[in-house]
T-cell receptor, first 115, second 113 residues
Framework: DAGVTQSPTHLIKTRGQHVTLRCSPI?????VSWYQQVLGQGPQFIFQ???????GRGNFPDRFSARQFPNYSSELNVNALLLGDSALYLC??????????????FGSGTRLTVV | AQSVTQLDSQVPVFEEAPVELRCNYS??????LFWYVQYPNQGLQLLLK??????LVESINGFEAEFNKSQTSFHLRKPSVHISDTAEYFC???????????FGTGTRLTIIP
């Protein structure tokens, strides 16, 4: 079975631009979470979605938004990019949005560089 | 609010020697605890987790961690490390009823041949 798939793997954007990152969860998983990992730091929670509804939001500005589609895939959108948005963006999926039923599986991430 | 402290940013260890990576957490409620490993240019892989029950948990590749509630710690240990264990290790906590993971800043484990 395929794991969590993220696309693209790398991209470079200019300050002020908009970016969309995509995540396909493991088949059967209904929850997706997004994390931002700045170089040299641990991942920071951005969003969690379960059954297409937002279940949690981290301490990120409104420039960050996300959604989950009927097939449970997800998009993370970031507007008005800043240099500080440069990071590895990780997507994680789980069956039911909890750590108990198998927990979360992470994808390999999208490396975003803002110049 | 929950938080995680990994005091050691880098740990160099000789091959076949034992290692301990330290993790302390802070939370006002009951928690789940995790160790993740990140190899260069890759995502996170779950190494082991404590949800309930026995306070000593083990991974399939020889790592173990013990949940110590009184000391709010969840240190990771391995009796004999290998070159392939070279990676970044992240401790994480999640509070009951709140599924978000809060990560520490990571410990880079370097194995010296």
């Amino acid at each position: 079975d395929a794991g969590v798939t993220q696309s693209p793997t790398h991209l470079i954007k200019t300050r002020g631009q908009h970016v969309t990152l995509r995540c396909s969860p493991i088949s059967g998983h209904k929850s997706v979470s997004w994390y931002q990992q700045v170089l040299g730091q641990g991942p920071q929670f951005i969003f969690q979605y379960y059954e297409k509804e937002e279940r949690g939001r981290g301490n990120f500005p409104d420039r960050f938004s996300a959604r989950q589609f009927p097939n449970y895939s997800s998009e993370l959108n970031v507007n008005a990019l800043l240099l500080g948005d440069s990071a590895l963006y990780l997507c994680a999926s789980s069956f039911d949005g909890t750590h108990v039923m198998g927990g979360y599986t992470f994808g390999s991430g999208t490396r975003l560089t803002v110049v | 609010a929950q938080s995680v402290t990994q005091l050691d940013s880098q740990v160099p260890v000789f091959e076949e020697a034992p290692v301990e990576l330290r993790c302390n957490y802070s939370s006002s409620v009951s928690v789940y605890l995790f160790w993740y490993v990140q190899y260069p240019n890759q995502g996170l892989q779950l190494l082991l987790k404590y949800l309930s029950g026995s306070t000593l948990v083990e991974s399939i590749n020889g790592f173990e961690a013990e949940f110590n509630k009184s000391q709010t710690s969840f240190h990771l240990r391995k009796p004999s490390v290998h070159i392939s264990d070279t990676a970044e290790y992240f401790c994480a906590v999640s509070e009951f009823g709140n599924e978000k993971l809060t990560f520490g800043t990571g410990t880079r484990l370097t194995i010296i041949p």
